[in-house]
């Protein structure tokens, strides 16, 4: 079955790490209810920099496009440190 994958590149600030770290945790229990996963990975020569995948089954059902809830959207906006964020779409994966 297809999936949708997408990747985005994010710019912690030391201070905002451990709060940061807590909110992609707190976003992932939400999209592993509704089938999506969220992976979180810390580059190992940048400890500043983070990659977040996003997968879901279909593009509409994407956290980038689906329906979430207030609680959820709160969340995505008060994530702490991620006004560096450079995004990608890598497509459906089989």
Not at 33 to 47: E, H, M, S, Y
Not at 77 to 83: F, I, L, Q, V
Request: aromatic share 6%.
């Amino acid at each position: 079955m297809p999936k949708v994958l997408t990747a985005a590149r994010v710019r912690v600030p030391t201070q905002n790490e451990t709060e940061y770290v807590n909110t992609l945790r707190e976003l992932s229990q939400f999209a592993e209810a509704r089938g999506q996963r969220i992976w979180l990975f810390r580059n190992a020569k940048d400890p500043r920099l983070f990659i977040e995948f996003s997968e879901s089954p279909t593009e509409m059902s994407h956290r980038a496009q689906a329906s979430r809830l207030p609680e959820e959207i709160k969340l995505e906006k008060a994530t702490p440190g991620a006004g560096d964020v450079r995004a990608r779409r890598l497509g459906a994966l089989e």
